[in-house]
């Protein structure tokens, strides 16, 4: 259950390794998703309106919002309380952003005889001209949007039409 503007709303929350989730049951237009690396602060508080409950605080990047949550038997709200603080900490601790970078250090040495087929034997390497989709969009940045949206079969998604000579697939490449 959510608490907002002293009502409550009945719903589903779920908690992810990268955010919580909330959904109400009866207005699938009331709804929230959050990355706990928005959260800046949780904590329960038992005197309220409906009883036990546990707030989630989001800095200034998401509009300072205050999500408050009441969950039933009280045995379930502690491990749903405890669990979430520690998948926030987790994030927090160690951000999983979509991206790993790892890095190899390697110095050469004159004396290295290196073989750059060995090197890049398991290498492909792809030239495309990635810039010239960007710089087309670029370039019509600076000019009045009068383009109504098209539908696009491939995306299934109504989108800007593209500048002559770009395709989808050379915007991926960027």
């Not at 409550?8 to 109400?24: D, E, K, P």
């Not at 207005?27 to 009883?51: A, D, R």
């Not at 670029?138 to 998604?157: H, I, M, T, W, Y």
Request: aromatic share 10%.
């Amino acid at each position: 259950m959510t608490l907002a503007a002293d009502q409550a709303s009945l719903g589903v929350m779920i908690l992810t390794n990268i955010r919580f989730v909330w959904f109400s049951h009866f207005n699938e237009q009331y709804n929230v998703s959050v990355p706990y690396l928005q959260v800046v602060s949780t904590c329960v508080q038992h005197n309220t309106k409906f009883g036990t409950a546990f707030s989630i605080f989001t800095g200034p990047t998401t509009g300072n919002l205050n999500f408050g949550f009441r969950l039933d038997p009280e045995e379930r709200f502690r491990s749903v309380y405890k669990l979430l603080t520690r998948l926030i900490h987790m994030m927090h601790a160690s951000p999983i952003t979509g991206v790993e970078i790892s890095t190899v250090s390697h110095q050469a040495s004159a004396n290295d005889d290196l073989d750059a087929s060995v090197l890049c034997e398991d290498a492909e390497v792809t030239v495309t001209d990635a810039g010239a989709a960007y710089a087309a969009y670029r370039q019509d940045a600076s000019q009045p949007r009068s383009k109504s949206p098209v539908f696009n079969e491939e995306l299934g998604l109504a989108i800007e039409p593209l500048p002559d000579g770009v395709t989808l697939a050379a915007l991926r490449m960027i």
